[in-house]
Protein backbone atom coordinates (compact mmCIF):
# COMPACT_ATOMS: atom_id res chain seq x y z
CA UNK A 1 0.00 0.00 0.00
CA UNK A 2 1.53 3.23 -0.87
CA UNK A 3 0.78 6.72 1.05
CA UNK A 4 -1.65 7.89 -1.81
CA UNK A 5 -3.42 4.16 -1.30
CA UNK A 6 -3.61 4.81 2.23
CA UNK A 7 -4.84 8.70 3.00
CA UNK A 8 -7.48 7.48 0.17
CA UNK A 9 -8.70 4.59 2.10
CA UNK A 10 -8.11 6.08 5.75
CA UNK A 11 -8.68 8.87 7.33
CA UNK A 12 -7.19 11.18 10.10
CA UNK A 13 -9.93 9.57 12.64
CA UNK A 14 -9.14 6.15 11.92
CA UNK A 15 -7.72 4.02 14.36
CA UNK A 16 -6.18 2.01 11.79
CA UNK A 17 -3.76 -0.76 13.98
CA UNK A 18 -6.29 -0.67 16.37
CA UNK A 19 -8.98 -1.86 14.22
CA UNK A 20 -6.77 -4.51 12.93
CA UNK A 21 -5.93 -6.08 16.35
CA UNK A 22 -9.75 -6.43 16.96
CA UNK A 23 -10.11 -7.94 13.61
CA UNK A 24 -8.27 -10.86 14.48
CA UNK A 25 -9.99 -11.06 17.69
CA UNK A 26 -13.16 -10.87 16.00
CA UNK A 27 -12.54 -13.74 13.88
CA UNK A 28 -11.08 -15.94 16.90
CA UNK A 29 -14.12 -14.67 19.27
CA UNK A 30 -17.30 -13.97 17.19
CA UNK A 31 -19.57 -11.79 18.70
CA UNK A 32 -18.38 -11.42 22.22
CA UNK A 33 -17.94 -8.01 24.12
CA UNK A 34 -14.49 -7.87 25.67
CA UNK A 35 -14.26 -6.55 29.32
CA UNK A 36 -12.08 -3.31 28.00
CA UNK A 37 -9.64 -1.21 30.40
CA UNK A 38 -8.92 2.02 28.28
CA UNK A 39 -6.76 4.72 29.68
CA UNK A 40 -8.33 8.13 30.42
CA UNK A 41 -4.85 10.59 29.94
CA UNK A 42 -2.77 9.24 27.05
CA UNK A 43 0.74 8.31 27.93
CA UNK A 44 1.79 10.99 25.06
CA UNK A 45 0.10 13.44 26.98
CA UNK A 46 1.50 12.63 29.99
CA UNK A 47 -0.33 9.81 31.73
CA UNK A 48 1.24 7.15 33.59
CA UNK A 49 -0.04 4.05 31.93
CA UNK A 50 1.83 3.59 28.20
CA UNK A 51 -0.53 0.89 27.00
CA UNK A 52 -3.79 2.80 25.47
CA UNK A 53 -5.70 -0.03 26.24
CA UNK A 54 -6.62 -3.83 27.35
CA UNK A 55 -9.00 -5.87 26.55
CA UNK A 56 -9.75 -9.13 28.15
CA UNK A 57 -11.79 -12.24 26.06
CA UNK A 58 -13.17 -15.47 27.31
CA UNK A 59 -11.96 -18.77 25.65
CA UNK A 60 -13.04 -22.34 26.35
CA UNK A 61 -10.74 -23.82 23.79
CA UNK A 62 -8.16 -26.39 25.91
CA UNK A 63 -9.45 -25.17 29.11
CA UNK A 64 -11.35 -22.13 30.38
CA UNK A 65 -9.06 -18.89 30.46
CA UNK A 66 -9.25 -15.52 29.99
CA UNK A 67 -7.20 -14.14 26.83
CA UNK A 68 -5.80 -10.78 27.30
CA UNK A 69 -4.80 -8.52 24.54
CA UNK A 70 -2.49 -4.79 24.83
CA UNK A 71 -3.11 -2.22 22.58
CA UNK A 72 -0.29 0.48 22.21
CA UNK A 73 3.24 -1.18 21.28
CA UNK A 74 2.04 -1.25 17.85
CA UNK A 75 1.03 1.87 16.03
CA UNK A 76 -2.63 2.05 16.55
CA UNK A 77 -3.76 5.48 14.26
CA UNK A 78 -3.35 6.67 11.60
CA UNK A 79 -0.02 7.49 10.84
CA UNK A 80 0.95 7.74 6.76
CA UNK A 81 4.92 6.99 7.65
CA UNK A 82 4.43 3.95 8.96
CA UNK A 83 3.16 2.84 5.58
CA UNK A 84 6.64 2.52 4.81
CA UNK A 85 7.59 1.19 7.72
CA UNK A 86 8.61 -3.17 7.65
CA UNK A 87 7.37 -3.04 11.28
CA UNK A 88 4.70 -1.48 13.47
CA UNK A 89 5.67 0.67 15.93
CA UNK A 90 7.82 -1.73 17.96
CA UNK A 91 6.22 -4.30 15.80
CA UNK A 92 4.37 -6.32 18.62
CA UNK A 93 1.22 -6.95 21.12
CA UNK A 94 1.53 -8.60 24.40
CA UNK A 95 -1.12 -10.94 24.60
CA UNK A 96 -1.59 -13.24 27.70
CA UNK A 97 -3.57 -16.29 28.06
CA UNK A 98 -4.60 -16.99 32.13
CA UNK A 99 -6.32 -20.17 33.72
CA UNK A 100 -9.55 -19.09 35.14
CA UNK A 101 -9.54 -19.98 38.98
CA UNK A 102 -12.70 -20.86 39.97
CA UNK A 103 -15.30 -17.87 41.14
CA UNK A 104 -12.66 -15.08 39.36
CA UNK A 105 -14.27 -12.64 36.87
CA UNK A 106 -12.33 -10.90 34.31
CA UNK A 107 -12.58 -8.10 36.35
CA UNK A 108 -10.44 -9.73 38.70
CA UNK A 109 -7.44 -10.11 35.89
CA UNK A 110 -6.04 -6.62 37.34
CA UNK A 111 -2.86 -7.88 38.61
CA UNK A 112 -2.18 -8.96 34.84
CA UNK A 113 -3.46 -5.94 33.50
CA UNK A 114 -0.74 -4.03 35.68
CA UNK A 115 1.78 -6.37 34.65
CA UNK A 116 1.46 -5.81 31.16
CA UNK A 117 1.64 -2.17 31.74
CA UNK A 118 4.85 -2.53 33.76
CA UNK A 119 6.11 -4.18 30.60
CA UNK A 120 5.54 -1.53 28.98
CA UNK A 121 6.81 0.88 31.03
CA UNK A 122 10.16 -1.12 30.23
CA UNK A 123 10.14 -1.04 27.01
CA UNK A 124 8.93 2.83 26.59
CA UNK A 125 11.33 4.21 28.97
CA UNK A 126 14.57 2.19 27.50
CA UNK A 127 12.84 1.97 23.70
CA UNK A 128 13.95 -1.92 23.57
CA UNK A 129 11.34 -4.30 22.71
CA UNK A 130 10.33 -8.00 23.34
CA UNK A 131 11.03 -10.68 21.05
CA UNK A 132 9.95 -14.83 21.12
CA UNK A 133 12.17 -16.65 24.00
CA UNK A 134 12.60 -13.49 25.57
CA UNK A 135 12.44 -14.26 29.52
CA UNK A 136 12.08 -12.18 32.71
CA UNK A 137 12.78 -13.86 36.18
CA UNK A 138 10.74 -11.50 38.72
CA UNK A 139 12.05 -13.96 41.49
CA UNK A 140 8.82 -13.60 43.38
CA UNK A 141 5.38 -14.67 42.14
CA UNK A 142 3.90 -12.99 39.01
CA UNK A 143 0.56 -12.37 41.35
CA UNK A 144 1.08 -11.46 44.87
CA UNK A 145 -2.03 -11.76 46.11
CA UNK A 146 -2.33 -15.61 44.95
CA UNK A 147 0.14 -18.46 46.20
CA UNK A 148 1.39 -19.24 42.59
CA UNK A 149 5.00 -20.45 41.75
CA UNK A 150 4.90 -18.80 38.61
CA UNK A 151 7.72 -16.32 39.10
CA UNK A 152 8.89 -16.19 35.87
CA UNK A 153 7.51 -15.74 31.88
CA UNK A 154 8.68 -16.42 28.23
CA UNK A 155 7.50 -14.78 25.13
CA UNK A 156 5.81 -16.97 22.82
CA UNK A 157 4.27 -16.31 19.26
CA UNK A 158 0.77 -16.26 19.83
CA UNK A 159 -0.75 -19.97 19.14
CA UNK A 160 -3.79 -18.83 17.38
CA UNK A 161 -2.89 -15.26 16.76
CA UNK A 162 0.68 -15.29 14.95
CA UNK A 163 1.64 -12.31 13.02
CA UNK A 164 -0.29 -10.36 11.32
CA UNK A 165 0.12 -7.34 8.09
CA UNK A 166 -1.53 -4.03 9.26
CA UNK A 167 -1.49 -0.79 7.08
CA UNK A 168 0.72 0.28 9.79
CA UNK A 169 3.02 -2.47 9.03
CA UNK A 170 3.60 -6.08 10.79
CA UNK A 171 2.81 -6.92 13.95
CA UNK A 172 3.77 -9.66 16.37
CA UNK A 173 1.36 -11.30 19.05
CA UNK A 174 3.69 -12.81 21.57
CA UNK A 175 2.34 -14.00 23.93
CA UNK A 176 3.72 -14.24 28.17
CA UNK A 177 3.78 -17.42 29.74
CA UNK A 178 4.42 -17.75 32.97
CA UNK A 179 7.15 -20.08 33.79
CA UNK A 180 8.24 -21.54 37.58
CA UNK A 181 11.30 -21.06 38.96
CA UNK A 182 12.20 -24.91 38.01
CA UNK A 183 10.99 -24.23 34.42
CA UNK A 184 13.01 -20.89 34.03
CA UNK A 185 16.33 -22.68 34.47
CA UNK A 186 15.68 -25.48 32.70
CA UNK A 187 15.03 -22.75 30.11
CA UNK A 188 17.66 -21.21 30.60
CA UNK A 189 19.89 -24.12 30.31
CA UNK A 190 18.36 -25.06 26.88
CA UNK A 191 19.02 -21.50 25.75
CA UNK A 192 22.98 -21.72 26.67
CA UNK A 193 22.51 -24.57 23.59
CA UNK A 194 20.70 -22.43 21.37
CA UNK A 195 17.66 -24.67 21.90
CA UNK A 196 15.07 -22.92 23.40
CA UNK A 197 12.37 -23.55 21.00
CA UNK A 198 12.79 -26.64 22.12
CA UNK A 199 12.18 -26.31 24.95
CA UNK A 200 9.02 -24.29 23.92
CA UNK A 201 7.78 -27.15 22.20
CA UNK A 202 8.27 -29.55 24.84
CA UNK A 203 6.04 -26.80 27.10
CA UNK A 204 2.92 -27.08 24.85
CA UNK A 205 2.83 -31.09 25.40
CA UNK A 206 -0.49 -31.04 27.04
CA UNK A 207 -0.63 -27.33 26.75
CA UNK A 208 -0.50 -26.38 23.47
CA UNK A 209 -2.22 -22.93 23.46
CA UNK A 210 0.06 -22.34 26.82
CA UNK A 211 -1.99 -21.06 29.51
CA UNK A 212 -0.29 -19.70 32.27
CA UNK A 213 -1.89 -21.69 35.34
CA UNK A 214 -1.23 -19.87 38.61
CA UNK A 215 -1.76 -22.95 40.57
CA UNK A 216 1.61 -24.75 39.29
CA UNK A 217 4.64 -25.06 41.90
Not at 112 to 129: D, G, I, S
Amino acid sequence: MTREEYSQKFTEDDAVGWLAIDHEFEKLYPGQEPKHYGTILKYMLGGKEPLDGLSIYESDRQTGHFHIVSYGFSQLYYDEESVEEDFSKWGFELTFRVKKIPGEKASDQTWALNMMQNLAKYVFTNNKWFEECHTIDSRVPIRNDYDTGVTAVVFVLDPELGTINTPNGVVQFLQIVGLTAKEYEELKLTRSTGSAAEFISKLKIGNPLLITDLDKK
